[in-house]
């Protein structure tokens, strides 16, 4: 019985400080869109903390890859295309 109270408060205090780490740098991330500092890295960093503890954290973390990765792919393939349409388009020297 002993045990297992520990072992509950030791889950409960564990949930406690991962969700005021993460909402602290979660919310940093959101002030340094404002103000000068690398809050498109700190954002990320939050949402990974909490979602240590929290499916909505997690589900939010998933979106925002997919979203950096699909803009990233579009601008790759948008830096292709222009490359090759200059490349094509040199006349021969």
Same mark, same amino acid.
């Given at each position: +019985?002993?045990?297992?109270? *520990?072992? =509950?408060?030791? $889950?409960?205090?564990?949930?406690? %400080? ?6 602290? %740098?979660?919310? *940093?991330? %959101? !002030? +340094?869109? !404002?103000?000068?500092?690398?809050? =498109?890295? !700190?954002?990320?960093?939050? &949402?990974?903390? &909490?979602?240590?503890? =929290? ?6 973390? $998933?979106? &925002? ?21 200059? %490349?094509?388009?040199?006349?021969? $020297?």
């Amino acid at each position: +019985m002993i045990k297992r109270a *520990i072992h =509950f408060t030791y $889950k409960a205090a564990r949930r406690i %400080v991962t969700a005021i780490v993460g909402t602290t %740098v979660l919310t *940093i991330g %959101v !002030v +340094m869109i !404002v103000t000068p500092g690398p809050a =498109f890295i !700190v954002i990320p960093i939050g &949402l990974a903390i &909490l979602s240590l503890e =929290f499916a909505w954290a997690r589900a939010w973390l $998933k979106r &925002l890859r997919e979203t950096i990765s699909s803009s990233n792919s579009s601008r790759r393939a948008d830096s292709a295309e222009a490359h090759r349409e200059r %490349v094509t388009n040199d006349p021969v $020297k």
